[in-house]
Nanobody
């Protein structure tokens, strides 16, 4: 499956952004989807994941209550709504697809990756 992330940009602290990840090539609803991020000099970290149907979601503690993952299987797209952004949210954000039975929280379990979109939060 091919993944194309978009929606990143520069925003002030406290602002919002919505990332999108459009999928093509295979049946989107067969895959759990995840968002990860990587800041300069740091390892890639889990942000959020959603099950194939969208009925189950998981979020990292650092973004709980601020970020929401959702998906539209008819549009083959997964979203990450990011509110109350903080400077420490600055990173390249990646979407990924995972064919396991349940959504995974570690990057090694994901099969396909998008190219990443830069999110920069100014203080």
């Amino acid at each position: 499956v091919q993944l194309q992330a978009s929606g990143g940009g520069l925003v002030q602290a406290g602002g919002s952004l919505r990332l999108s990840c459009a999928a093509s090539g295979r049946t989107f609803s067969n895959y759990n989807m995840g968002w990860f991020r990587q800041a300069p000099g740091k390892e890639r970290e889990f942000v959020a994941a959603i099950s194939r149907s969208g009925s189950s979601t998981f979020s990292a503690d650092s973004v709980k209550g601020r970020f929401t993952i959702s998906r539209d299987n008819a549009q083959n797209t997964v979203y990450l709504q990011m509110n109350s952004l903080k400077p420490e949210d600055t990173a390249v954000y990646y979407c990924a697809a995972d064919g396991d039975l349940r959504p995974q929280l570690v990057s090694e379990r994901y099969d396909y990756w998008g190219q990443g979109t830069q999110v920069t939060v100014s203080s």
